[in-house]
């Protein structure tokens, strides 16, 4: 079946610019997760979606990046005034249930100007 | 709050040495525990997972990781490594099986095996 995917792939932008990054989970996955991959950073947790609770959004480094699922299916993270140090790889990723195994998607490189 | 430590950043090995890549979390309850590897150029893909059961897990492509509770460990292991497992490693924790906490990361450890 289908896997993840996330649009755009890659998304080259101007500091102080908004810019949306979407993900598509498999379909029946419950919990969705948003990370962001900067190099030598490793995997950085943003925020996280389980079923119909409220969004754990510890890991949302500023109140620039908000992200919203809708109809517990597609989720869009939104950073508003990009900063150059936004430039790096999210990645999103759902599984079954909040323990269960995690599928990533092939990721968004956003490079911020 | 829970954390993963991969104590390990860079691991340079010859081709058919044997591989040991430490993780170790810390969280008192009950635990899944993940190794995530990610290829030059490709996705995060689960390498093997434990849930319950034997603490000793195979996974893909002859590796394996032993579950240590009492050490809080989840340390990955190959005998012989390949060119191929050039990659970049990651042990992964989530309580179990209630609570709201998501997965947890550890920073990741980069493989390089040379010929």
């Known amino acids: 079946g289908a896997g993840v995917s996330q649009s755009p792939s890659n998304k080259v932008t101007e500091k102080g610019k908004d810019v949306e990054l979407r993900c598509d989970p498999i379909?029946?996955?419950?919990?969705l997760y948003w990370y962001r991959q900067s190099l030598g950073q490793g995997l950085e947790f943003l925020i996280y979606?389980?079923?119909?609770?409220?969004?754990?959004k510890s890991g949302l480094p500023s109140d620039r990046f908000s992200a919203e699922r809708t109809g517990g299916s597609v989720s869009t993270l939104t950073i508003q005034r990009t900063q150059q140090e936004d430039s790096a790889v999210y990645l999103c990723?759902?599984?079954?249930?909040?323990?269960?195994?995690?599928?990533f998607g092939p990721g968004t490189r956003l490079t911020v100007l | 709050a829970q954390s993963v430590s991969q104590h390990n950043h860079h691991v340079i090995l010859s081709e058919a040495a044997s591989l040991e890549l430490g993780c170790n979390y810390s969280y008192g309850g009950t635990v899944n525990l993940f190794w995530y590897v990610q290829y030059p150029g490709q996705h995060l893909q689960l390498l093997l997972k434990?849930?319950?059961?034997?603490?000793l897990v195979k996974g893909i492509k002859g590796f394996e990781a032993e579950f240590i509770k009492s050490k809080f460990s989840f340390n990955l292991r190959k005998p012989s490594v390949q060119w191929s497992d050039t990659a970049e490693y990651f042990c992964?924790?989530?309580?179990?099986?209630?609570?709201?906490?998501?997965?947890?990361f550890g920073k990741g450890t980069r493989l390089s095996v040379i010929a």
């Open positions: 379909s029946g996955h419950t919990a």
């Open positions: 434990y849930f319950s059961g034997d603490p």
């Open positions: 990723a759902s599984s079954l249930g909040r323990t269960d195994t995690q599928y």
């Open positions: 992964a924790v989530i309580s179990s099986p209630s609570g709201n906490t998501p997965l947890v």
């Open positions: 979606f389980q079923g119909n609770s409220a969004p754990d």
